[in-house]
């Protein structure tokens, strides 16, 4: 597993932000995590600690983007930011729910992202040049818009586009951008879900992949390979097809 020494991680509360603090949880490594829910935030940090690793919380919402900006500013030199938090809407997305979507998938990302890489920029580059490594959680929906959620899509085709866009002036800064493009992963978030779910896999798995990748310096991570070949295709096809055949099996 690739080893980054310090790690700031928002979403750490649950699904593939705990699954991603638990497999960077190893001693000598300082872990910065955020999440809204206090008592699940403190599970994960006491799951990490356990592990042998310095653990820093802070109960925060990404929408705030000052409080962010002051959470990253205080948290000390960094090796690894994950802009992770996210949400979906339910099966009927209201207005409410599709501008609460777009704040916290798309504004909360820049407002973690943007303070982070002016915060890694101003750090002294490691030996090979590189001053650190920034993810953005997206998905394999910004292939494809689906009218079942096109919130989530098109909040996570915004991220997607925004971070590879983004990475060639990340790189000249020192700064590796990467986007995380996953499938389903079994999280309370697809718990909802009563859809067939190909491809489902493990957070732990998925957290494996998304250190790998980033390590790498992969300007995009996406997996399974096969779910990324078939969601580019169906974003090919006309849009009629596509809302009547993820209608009907999603229904």
Not at 34 to 41: A, D
Not at 42 to 56: F, H, K, L, Q, S
Not at 87 to 115: Q, Y
């Amino acid at each position: 597993m690739p080893r980054f020494n310090s790690v700031l991680l928002t979403g750490a509360s649950s699904g593939i932000g705990r699954a991603l603090a638990e497999a960077s949880a190893v001693p000598g490594v300082t872990l910065h995590l955020s999440g809204r829910n206090p008592e699940r935030l403190d599970a994960v940090a006491a799951a990490c600690r356990a592990r042998g690793a310095t653990v820093r919380t802070q109960v925060a919402d990404v929408r705030d983007a000052a409080a962010v900006a002051r959470w990253i500013a205080g948290s000390g030199p960094l090796d690894l930011v994950v802009a992770n938090a996210g949400i979906a809407p339910g099966k009927a997305e209201t207005e409410p729910e599709t501008r609460a979507v777009f704040a916290t998938n798309l504004d909360g990302v820049l407002n973690t992202v943007l303070p982070a890489i002016e915060k890694l920029a101003a750090q002294p580059p490691a030996p090979g040049g590189l001053r650190g490594h920034i993810a953005v959680i997206a998905s394999i929906a910004a292939f494809v818009p689906s009218p079942v959620s096109p919130a989530y899509g098109a909040s996570k085709a915004a991220v997607d586009a925004w971070t590879v866009a983004s990475a060639p002036a990340a790189r000249r800064r020192g700064i590796a951008l990467t986007s995380i493009c996953p499938g389903f992963i079994r999280t309370p978030m697809t718990a909802r879900f009563s859809f067939p779910m190909p491809g489902l896999m493990s957070p732990e798995r998925a957290a494996a992949l998304i250190l790998r990748g980033v390590a790498a310096g992969r300007v995009r991570v996406t997996f399974p390979w096969w779910m990324a070949v078939a969601a580019r295709i169906g974003g090919l096809l006309p849009p009629p097809w596509v809302a009547t055949f993820t209608e009907r099996r999603q229904s």
